[in-house]
């Protein structure tokens, strides 16, 4: 039987592995730089490679962390919450007086609320932001993972 089309002719053999880390040192550094001193004994060894495997490294038999993902973004969007309601500069608006003559409720830890919007959480938390985060403490070099293009993708920094 003959195939139909012309043969994939932009695969090139020499390209078409894709170089992960597989170093437990290099991985222990890129936690400590993350996590500050001793972030490589806070996990077990299985947990630290769980946590940088992305589903298309081997095809997912080794396990991956999409639930370790999921549960990680919701950290640091509590704590970007929490940063921003304590470091919040903005005054509160002025109190309009009411007709029934009733006061609003004041605390001092309420202050901080008018500057916990939806549109800044989205710039602090926005994607290039955290991969330049990522490339600074150096997690790309210990990612795993594999492009879909394998000799289209641009090669990691080691």
């Known amino acids: 039987m003959k195939t139909r089309g012309p043969p994939n002719r932009s695969f090139r053999p020499e390209h078409a592995e894709f170089q ?3 170093d437990p040192e290099k991985l222990d550094r890129a936690l400590i730089r993350v996590l500050g001193k001793d972030g490589d004994k806070l996990l077990t060894d299985e947990v630290k490679w ?3 495997t992305h589903k298309s ?6 396990g991956f962390n999409d639930r370790l993902a999921y549960l990680g973004k919701r950290i640091v969007e509590l704590q970007a919450s929490l940063h921003m309601l304590a470091a ?3 005054t ?8 029934l003559g009733r006061e609003p409720f004041k605390h001092p830890a309420l202050d901080g609320l008018a500057g ?10 926005d994607k290039k932001r955290t991969a330049q985060l990522a490339d600074k403490y150096g997690l790309i070099s210990v990612m795993r993972w594999k492009p879909k293009l ?7 920094k080691q």
């Open 50 to 52: 769980l946590a940088v």
């Open 116 to 125: 916990l919007t939806h549109s800044r959480k989205q710039a602090v938390l």
């Open 150 to 156: 394998v000799w289209n993708s641009r090669p990691v």
């Open 20 to 22: 992960v880390n597989e």
């Open 57 to 62: 490294f081997d095809h997912g038999r080794r």
């Open 88 to 90: 919040s500069t903005t």
């Open 92 to 99: 509160p608006e002025p109190i309009r007086p009411d007709e």
